[in-house]
């Protein structure tokens, strides 16, 4: 009777350990491409709200210093998936096998643009010149902002740049020491708040008013998560995409995820943030295309600038090589 029971007790021990080991979480390192602010709330907004849980998914959100990071950290086995710009992934395969793919679009437009005064007289792109810019002295939109003047009929010298810390830029076009800045889009609510204090109201110059088309921010896989689980991949991509629509339809959902995750975080901010970004997600591209889409003319675009800006051939990158379309849910 006792070795009986003894043997119904390890019996039962073995299901309850097998049926916890099946019911394990897979695990998911995330690497956003900058610091916690309301454009990368989605994420946590998946967490915050137990969707990626429901799926069985633990995510571990970690912080990259730019896409160029996220990109060597995937590739190297620091990360499993993350955020970056696309034209960096693009720039990083034309020169060198890396094992890291795009698996999903986000921003189906171009963040970078032009914040001026409203009321200062500069109402389109021409009207910059002689004007002097603010930029950050690494930013990525230097690179391109030439090519922009010169596709819109302008001579690089056309407008003086500024290169400073990214915290002067907003004081200098508050105080009026600069007519302008170079800025993602996504800082808008920052800078208006600055400008606010100083009387004045920000006008935007998005560049792809201008010409400047292609992805931005996309997701990131490496190769060896594609490779060794896909369905992990394309359970991840699923619970994403979810947490995005819910995002845009409620960006201070949004904001209040991020807040509790990162308690340093203005809600608010965050929202508004993130609202911006939305004007980037949920375009008439991915109307067309499909949330998440990779459509092959804008794709073809997307590495055409790229390679313009860095001095490469175009035929250094087949852009199809860069991404899969294997994860996106219908």
Do not use: C, H
């Amino acid at each position: 009777m006792k070795v009986r029971a003894l043997r119904s007790i390890l019996f039962a021990l073995g299901v309850s350990t097998l049926t916890a080991g099946a019911q394990a979480a897979d695990k998911i390192r995330w690497l956003n491409d900058w610091l916690p602010a309301g454009d990368k709330a989605v994420i946590y907004l998946g967490v915050q709200e137990g969707l990626f849980k429901d799926a069985g998914i633990e995510v571990e959100i970690m912080t990259g210093r730019g896409s160029s990071d996220v990109v060597t950290k995937l590739g190297t086995g620091a990360g499993d998936m993350g955020s970056g710009g696309l034209s960096a992934l693009m720039q990083a395969k034309a020169g060198a096998e890396v094992p890291v793919t795009a698996v999903m679009s986000i921003y189906t437009r171009q963040p970078d643009a032009v914040f001026v005064a409203e009321g200062a007289g500069i109402d389109d792109l021409k009207d910059l010149q002689g004007k002097t810019l603010a930029t950050a002295t690494f930013s990525a939109s230097n690179v391109t902002w030439p090519l922009v003047l010169e596709a819109n009929g302008m001579t690089p010298d056309a407008v003086k740049v500024l290169k400073v810390d990214p915290g002067a830029m907003g004081p200098m076009f508050a105080t009026g020491r600069v007519d302008g800045t170079i800025n993602w889009i996504t800082k808008l609510p920052a800078f208006q708040a600055l400008a606010k204090d100083a009387g004045k109201t920000v006008k935007v110059l998005p560049w792809s008013e201008y010409g400047f088309n292609g992805y931005g921010l996309s997701m990131f896989a490496s190769d060896r998560l594609i490779e060794e689980n896909p369905a992990l991949v394309k359970k991840f991509v699923a619970v994403y995409k979810q947490a995005l629509g819910m995002a845009v339809a409620d960006p201070a959902k949004a904001g209040a995820a991020l807040k509790a995750m990162v308690p340093d975080i203005d809600a608010d901010i965050a929202a508004e943030e993130f609202a911006v970004s939305a004007q980037l997600i949920d375009t008439d591209i991915a109307k067309q295309d499909g949330l998440g889409a990779f459509e092959p003319e804008l794709l073809k675009e997307t590495w055409t600038w790229v390679a313009k800006a860095q001095n490469l051939p175009v035929d250094a990158l087949d852009p199809e090589d860069a991404v899969t379309r294997a994860f996106i849910p219908e």
